[in-house]
């Protein structure tokens, strides 16, 4: 199993950044996928989820904001953000809730 994270960056705030996630190993369109945060110093925390049917789940933090996506064809999960903000600065994983990718660093600064 693999799940490889990418897209991650520098940003300025109120810019955008989208990240992608390419699944590997398993299948794909089965398993819900979520995307985590980890800031500097910080718990690991949920950011968005979409289960195997479509269902979304946003932390209240990026509601209207971040919009999470799947294409099963691709086996891939997208983590679009806009309107970024410094405290979105952190490293952001995703997950199949078996496995763990290893990360991609995104940085709003001013």
């Known amino acids: 199993v693999q799940l490889v994270e990418s897209g991650g960056g520098l940003v300025q705030p109120g810019g955008s950044l989208r990240l992608s996630c390419a699944a590997s190993?398993?299948?794909?369109?089965?398993?819900?996928m979520s995307w985590f945060r980890q800031a500097p110093g910080k718990e690991r925390v949920l950011v968005a989820s979409i289960s195997s049917t479509g269902e979304i789940q946003y932390a209240e933090s990026v509601k209207g904001r971040f919009t999470i996506s799947r294409d099963n064809g691709k086996n891939t999960v997208h983590l679009q953000m806009n309107s970024v903000k410094p405290e979105d600065t952190a490293v952001y994983y995703c997950?199949?809730?078996?496995?763990w990718g290893q990360g991609t660093h995104v940085t709003v600064f001013l």
């Open positions: 997950t199949n809730f078996e496995y």
């Open positions: 190993g398993f299948t794909f369109a089965r398993y819900g």
